[in-house]
């Protein structure tokens, strides 16, 4: 037995106006706020003085911010709702990348990032499910967030080559200069209007059994947590290491970039399997094959990955649940808690999520430096796996409303 969907929220915007809004910003958000790192990284640590490991811990402090940020984020949105959160957030992310564009070393790029990480807890993913799980009917839910994760995963696509070609044309700072001016003209206004009369439900309608403190009792919560703290380190590790570790097995430099690349167009597509794969089975279900799956694609690769049809093979494999994780997690909260303080809930699992993307990578370099790539990849095989395992177990869980 699940629980109820929540109440609905009348006065919202229409579902297409909110769903094309937020599409857009979250494709802005993240290739400017979270993408463009990768492209400024080497001109801008050159330009500072600075390795690009002490460059890099900028952005490792931001999504470190942005997963503490992610509870009281998600009570102000079960409260409040996301119109002035995520407004307010666009205008704060804008100045912060334009602080960015304007500093001169290690601690002002440090102290720049706080207020990236603080920008992007109030406008990325959390933020808008939660308004899409406030604002729209429960049977529109499904559809609503694969149209905006659909939009939204061909940020790197779009941002990291544009943010290139600016950089090749007129150097780093120039360039986040007009990308703080396109996060702005973009995001503020889409936010103010577009989520115009979004709001929390009503707080009569609210329901014991869907509250924080019952669901931290609930041992399947923790189960989820540990399923994608595992799966979202792993996939931290890859995005950082995938490219350095198949130029190890023989690629040249040219092939790696681009096998790695494969990742963020597969995503969009494993996120479109898996959503319509939802008639036939249950989305946990549906997912636990898909991580069961990257371990098996990743435990291959050191087996199979120094010939390029058996890398191009096992990425494919792995790619196709590169994105998961965004559609799935609110379906599962929701069909298990229902819509009721969905923001609390969404950004108390959110919390340690964040907080493992954003070591991981760190993690995965010693180990790498200490054991090996071929054990740091054996590593990340068996964490997908461990994951997929352990989403299995919590539907074996049943949902308890007698318990307080």
């Not at 490991?53 to 952005?59: D, I, N, V």
């Not at 804008?94 to 790029?109: D, K, T």
């Not at 931290?216 to 399923?227: G, M, V, Y």
């Not at 399997?273 to 991580?291: D, F």
Request: hydrophobic share 55%; aromatic share 6%; glycine share 10%.
């Amino acid at each position: 037995m699940t629980a109820s969907p929540g109440p609905a929220v009348t006065a919202s915007p229409g579902p297409r106006r909110l769903i094309g809004s937020l599409a857009i910003t979250q494709t802005v958000g993240y290739g400017v706020l979270y993408y463009a790192f990768s492209v400024i990284l080497g001109p801008m640590s050159t330009d500072l003085g600075i390795s690009h490991t002490t460059a890099a811990g900028a952005l490792t402090t931001a999504v470190l911010v942005s997963g503490l940020l992610s509870i009281p984020v998600g009570r102000w949105l079960d409260a409040r709702g996301g119109h002035a959160l995520m407004t307010a957030g666009s205008v704060v992310g804008s100045v912060a990348v334009l602080g960015w564009s304007q500093v001169h070393n290690a601690l002002q790029l440090y102290v720049v990032f706080v207020f990236v990480g603080v920008a992007s807890a109030m406008v990325l993913y959390e933020p808008a499910f939660a308004v899409v799980v406030a604002a729209t009917e429960p049977q529109r839910r499904a559809k609503a967030l694969l149209g905006i994760t659909l939009v939204a995963g061909f940020a790197s696509s779009i941002f990291i080559p544009l943010t290139g070609q600016l950089v090749d044309r007129i150097e780093w700072r120039p360039t986040l200069a007009v990308l703080a001016i396109a996060l702005a003209a973009v995001t503020i206004p889409l936010h103010a209007i577009g989520l115009r009369r979004t709001a929390a439900a009503p707080h009569h309608e609210r329901r014991l059994r869907s509250s924080p403190t019952w669901v931290l009792r609930d041992p399947a919560f923790w189960l989820l947590a540990a399923t994608f703290v595992l799966h979202g380190a792993a996939l931290a590790v890859i995005a950082v290491h995938l490219v350095q570790y198949l130029t190890t097995l023989g690629h040249p430099a040219v092939v790696a970039a681009t096998l790695a690349g494969l990742l963020g167009l597969l995503s969009v597509t494993g996120r479109v399997v898996t959503t319509l794969s939802t008639r036939w089975l249950p989305m946990a279900t549906i997912v636990g094959l898909v991580l069961i799956g990257q371990g098996v694609a990743m435990s291959l690769l050191p087996v199979v990955g120094r010939h390029l049809l058996g890398a191009i093979a096992c990425l494919v494999l792995f790619g196709l649940g590169f994105g998961v994780a965004s559609i799935a997690t609110p379906a599962i909260l929701l069909q298990r808690y229902g819509a009721t303080s969905y923001g609390t809930i969404a950004g108390t699992l959110a919390a340690p999520i964040l907080i493992a993307k954003a070591t991981a990578p760190l993690g995965g370099a010693l180990l790498a430096a200490t054991l090996g790539y071929q054990t740091l990849v054996l590593l990340v095989a068996a964490a997908c796996a461990l994951a997929g395992l352990l989403l299995f177990a919590v539907q074996r869980i049943p949902v308890d409303y007698i318990r307080r």
